[in-house]
């Protein structure tokens, strides 16, 4: 056919034609959730990133979860206190909690699930946690009793985890049968998985029927598809993107300071094994360049130990602990015999851009209190793997707390536990580690908050790692999508659970 | 016959090299599987927890022992699971790689359909206000790159216009209108170059052909212009053509890369960059094995091809 300017004219017409059948309209009850990676797998207990525990949370029960306000509420537990006689945490469970083959939830299945994620060939997670469960009783199917070898506070915290969905204890092993609100009705590898309601659920059913989650790898992508209509709620909104949502009549976005970013360093040679050398690159740092650089504004300073604000352990003073005073960093270095500095390396990755953008403000810094550094940006890969093998001097890292309870800092500061790329390589911190054991066996609430304090003051001497930026997640939504709460500081991770709350208004 | 045997052992004992040295080489980059996947979202994970992890994957076994037992799946067109989800990596293949050669040939499709007769036209009109314009905008889409086109069609079709989605993937048996849809952004992406290349490759060929002494005997011995221009010129202008764009089209199979992660099409290349990330062995080598057999495969066929346009070669 010969192109006419009539036969262009009559396609450019039917173009607005297009815009329809074009996105996928979404069906009634259905919501359609940008998520930000493909489960690697959705074993329940092995730990493979948030976007997997979004899925999982919905596939399966916890004992306890969160509500909105970021507060332990029950899930398949109905009630747990501690037995003050013999100091056993007690959870008494739902009578009529059902798994998704109607099997009822007993204390058998608890228990049973606790077994396998302490147990000797277990891959989970919280195995290290679990094995400090010293034994286990079921004096009825609906009553469970934990016997921890040393007295934990914050244990019920333990079982709020997304990677703690408990399953029923004749399951297979490839196919875990949950007692969540949805199941997996399809999906396609790699690309999407649709979870619909569970009919009859013991809960009834939630408001949404179907929830289908599209991978959007790519965070620019992610955003454009909310944008563009072609999904209506999407996570980890890229900070770049943020204002634009806030710009948009249509979008709405929720955002809490969650995660933070660290130095971490290696103790076991070299200037960094002097605490001195430690607080002054403590003090070197001007946290409000990472901020801007890294997250376009989207976060805040963070110049102390990671304690969220108006909560009971949250010390105004002891937060600015570590507060930018280059001054007072030269005199440190002087003090610990580098009154001329020293050169170093730098571990960080350039896979993701926080990371490599924290490090070049960081690199800066240090330079003007005499620190030279070379930047390291392998793969993110390489990067855990030199991590955990000590093959670093200094090291970025981002990390969230495992709950907002000071406990939950436990594997981000205490160093005697085993080597690992999130936390300083063989660095000593006695005081530090010291308090936390304290506040963790500490049931009286004056006395934990002492312990905290005294646990952060520590810190600020030991330097254990030091801390740079908080950095903002948020959930992006159409306005019609409702119900859903971004779970407060570092329960973020967990927000995923609160799908099933919401619904299109 | 012969030829064809000898080509084709040649291009096994090349995969097993490829084979092999992906083999090697990804076992020598530093990152540990079962490391990687317990620490993802930036947790720690029980080192106890890991080393159990490396047991039953059998990653404890010597490096050797492992080379073994891959060459000898191998001999049975086995390739193994992923070390991530244990999903059989000829599977995984055999779901994405339909969906990758699927963008390479709409792009294709698209880059002939367009630069061909355009090549074709602008030669015949050389100098003319087409051949300028097209001539400056190949030269454009060579210049800029992939993931820049990818980004701006997104955005101003997709974020602004909102006509088109941003991206993903519907099966064809599925919705056979949205599977459409959503190949079009990605394969126009990957035929930008393409288009540029072929259409600068057929403008030089004819106009090179349309110098040649059996045009100018053509047009004397009274053939009609048209029957002169496509059965002489064209014809033979396109065996460089044919060339290039075979040469391309295996190129494409690696420069994919972006475009599938750009617009989101899961394709071959999403799993091998996810692979390459989560040092998933098996599936890195089973995925670029498959890459370097299809390589080999194409520049095949362009041999059948350039013999079926150019009767001497046939002959020789």
Not at chain 1, 216 to 242: C, F, H, K, T
Not at chain 1, 476 to 502: H, I, Y
Request: proline share 6%.
């Amino acid at each position: 056919m010969t192109p006419t300017r009539r036969a262009f004219l009559t396609a450019g017409a039917a173009l607005p034609f297009l815009r329809g059948p074009a996105r996928a309209q979404p069906a009634d009850g259905t919501l359609r959730f940008g998520l930000s990676a493909y489960p690697p797998n959705l074993q329940p207990w092995v730990s493979t990133g948030g976007a997997a525990g979004t899925v999982k949370m919905l596939l399966h029960r916890r004992l306890i979860s969160y509500n909105a306000k970021g507060e332990l509420r029950g899930e398949l537990a109905e009630s747990w206190s501690r037995d003050p006689a013999d100091g056993a945490w007690v959870f008494k469970l739902r009578p009529n909690a059902t798994f998704q083959n109607g099997e009822p939830v007993t204390s058998t299945d608890i228990r049973w699930n606790v077994e396998q994620i302490g147990g000797e060939k277990s891959t989970a997670y919280m195995r290290a946690q679990f094995q400090a469960v010293e034994w286990i009783e079921t004096p009825d199917p609906h009553t469970i009793r934990f016997h921890t070898r040393q007295p934990v506070a914050a244990f019920p915290d333990w079982f709020a985890g997304y990677n703690m969905g408990l399953i029923w204890h004749r399951s297979e092993a490839r196919e875990p049968v949950g007692a969540g609100p949805f199941r997996i009705a399809a999906q396609e590898r790699g690309s999407s998985i649709t979870l619909e309601a569970v009919p009859n659920h013991w809960q009834g059913l939630p408001k949404i029927r179907t929830v289908n989650m599209v991978v959007y790898a790519d965070e620019n992508l992610r955003a454009a598809a909310l944008q563009s209509g072609d999904v209506d709620m999407i996570e980890y909104v890229p900070w770049q993107a943020m204002s634009a949502v806030e710009a948009d009549p249509r979008l709405k976005l929720d955002a809490t300071t969650g995660p933070f970013m660290d130095i971490l360093f290696n103790g076991s040679k070299g200037p960094f094994s002097d605490p001195r050398v430690r607080r002054a690159v403590a003090h070197a740092i001007r946290r409000e360049e990472i901020v801007k650089a890294a997250f376009f504004g989207r976060g805040a300073v963070l110049e102390g130990v990671p304690m969220v604000q108006d909560t009971p352990w949250y010390d105004a003073e002891l937060a600015k602990g570590w507060a930018y005073d280059p001054e007072r960093s030269k005199a440190l270095l002087s003090e610990a015999g580098f009154a001329n500095g020293f050169q170093t390396t730098l571990l960080s990755t350039a896979q993701y851009g926080m990371h490599k953008d924290t490090a070049e403000v960081v690199q800066q810094h240090l330079a003007a209190i005499g620190i030279q550094c070379e930047l390291r940006l392998p793969d993110w890969s390489t990067r855990v793997s030199q991590g955990q093998r000590g093959q670093y001097e200094m090291a970025i890292h981002g990390v969230s707390a495992d709950s907002n309870d000071p406990d939950g800092l436990t594997p981000i500061f205490d160093t005697t536990l085993s080597p690992s790329h999130g936390r300083s390589f063989a660095l000593q911190a006695p005081r530090t580690v010291a308090a936390l054991a304290k506040g963790r066996g500490e049931f009286d609430q004056a006395k934990r908050i002492e312990a905290y304090k005294e646990f952060q003051r520590a810190a600020l001497e030991e330097v254990p790692l030091v801390t740079l930026a908080w950095r903002s997640q948020g959930y992006a939504m159409d306005r019609k999508v409702k119900g859903f709460t971004n779970l407060p500081g570092a329960l973020s991770t967990l927000s995923g659970a609160m799908l099933e709350e919401a619904y299109l208004g | 016959m012969r030829w064809l045997l000898r080509r084709i052992g040649i291009s096994l004992a090349l995969a097993w090299i490829v084979a092999t040295i992906v083999f090697m080489t990804l076992h020598m980059v530093p990152g540990d599987p079962a490391e990687i996947l317990l620490s993802t979202g930036g947790v720690s994970p029980d080192p106890a927890a890991v080393a159990e992890l490396r047991e039953r994957l059998g990653l404890d076994q010597p490096l050797l022992d492992q080379y073994g037992h891959f060459l000898l799946g191998l001999t049975r067109g086995d390739l193994g699971v992923s070390l991530v989800d244990e999903y059989p990596v000829l599977d995984e293949i055999a779901l994405r790689l339909p969906r990758t050669l699927e963008l390479i040939l709409a792009g294709t499709l698209i880059a002939v359909v367009i630069a061909i007769p355009a090549g074709t036209y602008a030669a015949l009109h050389r100098g003319g206000l087409f051949d300028r314009i097209a001539s400056g905008a190949a030269a454009l889409l060579l210049a800029v790159p992939v993931f820049v086109v990818g980004t701006v069609l997104v955005l101003v079709l997709a974020q602004i216009l909102r006509i088109m989605p941003a991206g993903g993937y519907v099966p064809l048996a599925q919705n056979p209108w949205q599977h459409l849809t959503l190949l079009a952004l990605p394969s126009l992406a990957i035929a930008k170059g393409l288009a540029a290349v072929v259409f600068r490759m057929t403008r030089a060929s004819v106009l090179d052909a349309l110098s040649r002494d059996y045009v100018r005997t053509a047009h004397a011995k009274g053939i009609s212009p048209t029957r002169v221009l496509v059965k002489h010129v064209v014809r033979n202008a396109l065996t460089p053509v044919l060339t290039v764009l075979g040469l391309h089209m295996g190129t494409l199979l690696g420069g994919t890369v972006l475009v599938e992660y750009v617009f989101n099409w899961p394709g071959l290349s999403t799993p091998l960059l996810r692979a390459v990330e989560a040092r998933d062995y098996p599936m890195v080598v089973g995925i670029v094995l498959t890459i370097s057999g299809l390589f080999l495969l194409i520049n095949l066929i362009m041999d059948l091809l350039y013999a079926a346009l150019d009767p001497r070669i046939r002959t020789a």
